[in-house]
Nanobody, 120 residues
Framework: QVQLVESGGGLVQAGGSLRLSCAASGSIFTNNVMGWYRQAPGNQRELVAGITSDGTTNYADSVKGRFTISRDNAKNTVYLQMNSLKPEDTAVYYC??????????????WGQGTQVTVSS
């Protein structure tokens, strides 16, 4: 079992910055992907950014150049630095860990979500 604990959400003005953190604990496999998803009311949950165990990253087009994902493998922690925030970024942000036991055995774990609100 894996537990994900998120922090760093809050209210920020447009153009401001916020950093989210997510610490994972439990049975975490060496091969895993950690990422951030977000969901606004009426919308589907969407990938914001992901990062593999070896540091490979990917981003949603809407956040490229503004957000940076990073991780500290020693702490099993993933971060999302969000700059130049826009009202459209307002959503509940969820931390995700995809535990990759093998190529054919993956399991997803989710944090409780943290609210990010960007005011105009």
């Amino acid at each position: 079992q894996v537990q994900l604990v998120e922090s760093g959400g809050g209210l920020v003005q447009a153009g401001g910055s916020l950093r989210l953190s997510c610490a994972a604990s439990g049975s975490i496999f060496t091969n895993n992907v950690m990422g951030w998803y977000r969901q606004a009311p009426g919308n589907q949950r969407e990938l914001v950014a992901g990062i593999t165990s070896d540091g490979t990253t990917n981003y949603a087009d809407s956040v490229k150049g503004r957000f940076t994902i990073s991780r500290d493998n020693a702490k099993n922690t993933v971060y999302l630095q969000m700059n130049s925030l826009k009202p459209e970024d307002t959503a509940v942000y969820y931390c995700n860990l995809n535990n990759r036991r093998s190529l054919w055995s993956h399991k997803d774990y989710w944090g409780q979500g943290t609210q990010v609100t960007v005011s105009s």
